[in-house]
C-alpha cells in the first residue's frame, strides 16, 4: 500500500467521497424499492418513504403469467446458457493458458473481438437465421447467443485463474499416473473452482439482465424473459402506466442479483491454492 | 527396477534452440545417478525428457530394457518429486501420498496401509489428515518424497528436491534422501545445481554444461581426472585454482615461478600441439605452508613467495588467499560460464583470487609474505582453446606405455 490514510482529515475527506458514491449508487434502487410499495394513486408523490404501504404490486405482478412464466423462462435460459459457457470456456481458457497450439492468437482474437462488438449490429442478421432455423421464439433462440457472448467472458476471467495454478501440479497429476483428462478434472479443475463460480456468476449475471436479444427474439411468454416482460406491463387502462407493477418486478429480478453476491463473494476471493508451492 | 539407458538423446525446441545435445549415459539398476550442472545447462530438460514430460526430438530412451520415447508418463512406471513439491492443495496429506494409486484403482485397503507405512518412515502420522498448507517446508518436502515413494516405481526421478529447504534442514534432508535410497534400492536419477550436494549424495555424477554431457563418473573420479576445464572448476568447494602458464623447454612458466613437468607429461603437450599458451589447475589442498611442508614431500612440488592477503581460520584448516593478475576467463568460455556460476563475473576484475587450504599449523600472518609450497603431482594441464585436460592424457599414455 502506498498511501495509508492516517489523518482525520483524510479520513473525512474520503468517507464523505465514499458516502457520495454509494449514495449516487444506492438512492435509485431504494427509489424503485419504494415505488414498488407505492399506491398506484400515490406514483407520483414525492415523498421517499411511502405514505401508504401496499403489496398489491407485488401480488399483481406475480398473480399472472405475465411475469411468472418469463421468470422461469429467465432462470431455465440463464442456467443452461451459464452451465454450457462454463463448460466450454474452461476448456478453451485451459488450452490458452497451458497449451501452445497454431492460431491461439487468432482465437484469443476472436474472442475479443465478439466480447466487443456491437450486439445491435447483429440483431437483423440474427433475427433472419433465427427465423430460418426454427429458433425464434424459443428457449435455444437465446441460449446460443447467450453462450456466444458468454463464453470471451468466460475464457478471459478463466485463462487468469488457470495461469495462477502452479503447472508443476500438472505434470506431478501426469507422473502419478493420471490422463490429461485425469489431470485436468481432479486436480485443475478442483483447484480453479473459485474462478468457475465467479465466471458462472458473470456469464449468468449477464444471461439474467440481457434485454436486447430477450425482446428481439421472443415473441411469446413462451421463452420471453424477465426484463423483456417488464416492457409488455399494461396498466389497468390503456391511459394508466404501470409504474407500480414496473417497479416491483424490478424488485424481483434484483433480488437473485444481491443474493449471489452475498453468497459468493467470499467464494470469490478465496484462493484455495495457497501451499501448492513454497510460501 | 530398471536401469535407464539415454542413447544420444537430444531436445531440440521448436524455435531452434538446442536445449540438450546428444546425451548419451547408462543408468545401472539400483544406481543413484545426479545430474549437475549451472542453470540453463539442460539437466532438468533431461530429467522431463525421463519422465516423459518434454518429448524426445532424437535419440533413444529405454528404461528396463523398453523404448520408452513415445510413452505417457503414466505409462513410464516412475515417481517423480519436484523443486516445488507440487502438492495438490486441495487434498489432504493422505489423499496426496494415495493419489497415484487411486488413479492405479488400487484396492482402499492397500492404498490406506502403504501410505500409513511411507507416513512411518518419513514421520508423518500424525500429519497425515492435515492439507499442504498447514505444513511446514521440511513436512512438505517429506510428503513429496512420501507420495513417490508409495508407488514402489521403478525409478524415482528428483528435480532439486531439497533448494526450497534452508541451510540446515538440507543438510538433514541430504542424509534422509541417501537412506531411503539405499534402503529401497531404486533407480534415482537427481537434479541439482549444486555441487556438494551431488558430491555427497550420488554413486555417479554426469556433469553438464549448455546441453552437452561434460563427463560422468564416480565423485572422486570426476575430483581427480577431471576431462575438462569447466568439470575441474565445477567440482570441488572451494573451486580448483586456474593460472596461465607458458610451456618451456622443461617447465612451464607462471607467475609463481616454473614449474617443471615430468617427460610424459611434456611429450604429451607436444602430441596434442595446443601452442604454448596452457591454463594450469591447481586445488587449494596442493598448497602448503612451505615450513611444514615435510622434507621428503618437498620435492614432488614446488617453493614460492607470494603476499597473503587474506587469512581465514576455519579450525581444522586455515585458508590463505593470494591475488595473481590474470584475464584468463576472457580466453575461455567454458572458464567464463564457471565465472557466472559463481558469481565472480560480477565482481572479479583483471585479478584472479587464488585460495591455498593450508595445515591448522601454519603461522602465516595476513598482508606478509610467505613461502607456499605447491604438490605438482595432482596439477592438471588444460588447453585454453578447447579446455581438455592435456595432463589427463599423459598419465593415461603413461599407463599404457
Known sequence: MAAVITTPRQKTGWGTANFVVIALALIPVLWMVSLSFKTPTAVLDPSFIPKSWTWSNYTQILKTSQFIRPLINSIGIGLISTFIAVALASMAAYAVARLAFPGKGVLIGMSLLIAVFPQIALITPMFSIERSLHLFNTWPGLVIPYVAFGLPLGIYTLSAFFREIPWELEKAAKVDGATPLQAFMKVIAPLAAPGMVTTAILVFLFCWNEFLFAISFTSTTASRTAPASIAYFSGSSQFTVPTGPIAAAAVVITIPIIIFVVFFQRRIVSGLTSGAVKG | ?401
Not at chain 2, 617443471?260 to 605452508?289: C, H, M, T, W, Y
Not at chain 2, 588467499?321 to 565482481?347: N, R
Open chain 2, 1 to 401: 527396477m530398471a536401469e535407464i539407458v539415454l542413447d544420444n538423446v537430444t531436445k531440440r525446441y521448436p524455435d531452434g534452440s538446442l536445449a540438450v545435445d546428444k546425451i548419451s549415459l547408462d543408468i545401472a539398476d539400483g544406481e543413484f545417478v545426479i545430474l549437475v550442472g549451472p542453470s540453463g545447462c539442460g539437466k532438468s530438460t533431461t530429467l522431463n525428457m525421463i519422465a516423459g514430460l518434454e518429448d524426445i526430438t532424437e535419440g533413444e530412451l529405454r528404461i528396463g530394457g523398453r523404448v520408452v520415447n513415445n510413452k505417457a508418463p503414466k505409462d513410464r512406471d516412475i515417481a517423480m518429486v519436484f523443486q516445488s513439491y507440487a502438492l495438490y492443495p486441495h487434498m489432504t496429506v493422505r489423499e496426496n501420498m494415495g493419489f497415484a494409486l487411486k488413479l492405479a484403482k488400487t484396492p482402499q485397503s492397500v492404498i490406506t496401509e502403504k501410505v500409513e507405512e511411507a507416513a512411518r518412515i518419513l514421520d508423518l502420522t500424525q500429519h497425515l489428515d492435515r492439507k499442504p498448507a498447514n505444513l511446514s517446508g521440511g513436512q512438505r518436502q517429506r510428503v513429496a518424497m512420501g507420495r513417490a515413494i508409495v508407488r514402489d516405481p521403478q525409478v524415482f526421478l528428483m528435480d532439486e528436491p531439497l533448494s526450497n529447504l534452508d541451510a540446515k534442514l538440507r543438510v538433514q534432508t541430504r542424509t534422509s534422501v541417501s537412506r531411503l535410497q539405499r534402503r529401497l534400492g531404486t533407480t534415482m536419477v537427481y537434479v541439482t545445481h549444486d555441487q556438494t550436494e551431488a558430491m555427497t549424495l550420488g554413486d555417479r555424477l554426469a556433469v553438464m554444461r549448455s546441453g552437452l554431457l561434460q563427463q560422468a563418473g564416480t565423485p572422486k573420479e570426476l575430483y581427480d581426472r577431471p576431462v575438462n576445464l569447466f568439470v575441474a572448476g565445477f567440482i570441488g568447494s572451494p573451486a580448483m585454482n586456474f593460472m596461465g602458464a607458458t610451456l618451456e623447454e622443461s617447465s612451464l612458466r607462471t607467475k609463481i615461478g616454473d614449474l617443471p613437468i615430468s617427460p610424459s607429461l611434456r611429450q604429451a603437450l607436444e602430441k596434442a600441439n595446443v601452442g604454448r599458451q596452457v591454463i594450469i589447475g591447481l586445488r587449494p589442498e596442493d598448497f602448503e605452508d612451505a615450513a611444514i611442508v615435510p622434507a621428503e614431500n618437498r620435492g614432488f612440488g614446488v617453493t614460492f613467495r607470494v603476499t597473503v592477503d587474506v587469512l581465514e581460520s576455519v579450525g581444522s584448516d586455515v585458508f590463505a588467499y593470494f591475488a595473481e593478475e590474470s584475464d584468463l576467463s576472457a580466453h575461455s568460455d567454458q572458464l567464463a560460464d564457471l565465472a557466472a556460476d559463481s558469481g565472480a563475473a560480477d565482481t572479479a576484475g583483471s585479478e584472479e583470487t587464488v585460495t591455498a587450504r593450508l595445515d591448522a599449523a601454519t603461522t602465516l600472518r595476513e598482508g606478509q609474505e610467505a613461502d607456499l609450497w605447491v604438490d605438482l603431482r595432482p596439477m592438471h594441464v588444460f588447453d585454453p582453446e578447447s579446455g581438455r585436460n592435456l595432463a589427463l592424457e599423459a598419465t593415461a599414455g603413461a599407463a599404457a606405455s
